[in-house]
Antibody, heavy 119, light 110 residues
Framework: QVHLVQSGPEVKKPGASVKVSCKAS????????LHWVRQAPGQGLEWMGL????????SYAQNFQGRVSMTRDTSTTTVYMELTSLTFDDTAVFYC????????????WGRGTLVTVSP | QSALTQPASVSGSPGQSITISCTGT?????????VSWYQQHPGEVPKFMIY???NRPSGVSNRFSGSKSGNTASLTISGLQADDEADYYC??????????FGTGTKVTVL
């Protein structure tokens, strides 16, 4: 059973960066791609990118290219999503999602991390 | 990569059937059978409902079904129930090795 536990809420100022973590358990870490999704208040879901924990390969959505970085720590089975140059529009819940390699559909979701960008 | 297009809202009476469309392009929905669907109740984490266009994960009611024709995928909910009232999102793999969500559809049970 894939279990994803995300870090707690964050409050950041415009222009700052935020790094959100997602600890995976219940399965072989390298067997699942981890995706990140943003959902602003009252808005829809937006795919940000994914990381393959096996080799660290990443794929990012064009809207976030140059501003997002996804990394992993295999020793702690944790993936990280760092978003830089935050604006008020980045106030959102960020979810990590697990997708079995070669499945092309994320089936497991973390509980989400609220990031608030405030002056 | 633009979001896939879904109707903003769809409504139906209890017991009726409704269909939510998800229109993309030949670079996403039309390229592969890798369309999935998620249901999100207010304040909750989205729930995985359909994968590979028309397959249901274990535990999902058979009242939910999916299909695809060309660049448009569809989710049909039959025997509409009060608990089906939620937001629904389609999700597709793309030819750029990326993924894209739909714009989301609010389902209202009248």
């Amino acid at each position: 059973q894939v279990h994803l536990v995300q870090s707690g809420p964050e409050v950041k100022k415009p222009g700052a960066s935020v790094k959100v973590s997602c600890k995976a358990s219940g399965y072989i870490f390298s067997n699942y791609h981890l995706h990140w999704v943003r959902q602003a208040p009252g808005q829809g879901l937006e795919w940000m990118g994914l990381i393959n924990p096996r080799d660290g390969d990443t794929s990012y959505a064009q809207n976030f290219q140059g501003r997002v970085s996804m990394t992993r720590d295999t020793s702690t089975t944790t993936v990280y999503m760092e978003l830089t140059s935050l604006t008020f529009d980045d106030t959102a819940v960020f979810y990590c999602l697990g997708e079995c390699n070669g499945c092309y559909y994320p089936e497991s979701w973390g509980r989400g991390t609220l990031v608030t960008v405030s002056p | 990569q633009s979001a896939l297009t879904q109707p903003a809202s769809v409504s139906g009476s209890p017991g009726q059937s409704i269909t939510i469309s998800c229109t993309g392009t030949s670079s996403d929905v039309g390229a592969y059978n890798y369309v999935s669907w998620y249901q999100q109740h207010p304040g909750e984490v989205p729930k995985f409902m359909i994968y590979d266009v028309s397959n249901r994960p274990s535990g999902v009611s058979n009242r939910f079904s999916g299909s695809k024709s060309g660049n448009t995928a569809s989710l049909t909910i039959s025997g509409l129930q009060a608990d089906d009232e939620a937001d629904y999102y389609c999700f597709s793999y793309t030819t750029s090795n990326t993924y894209v969500f739909g714009t989301g559809t609010k389902v209202t049970v009248l």
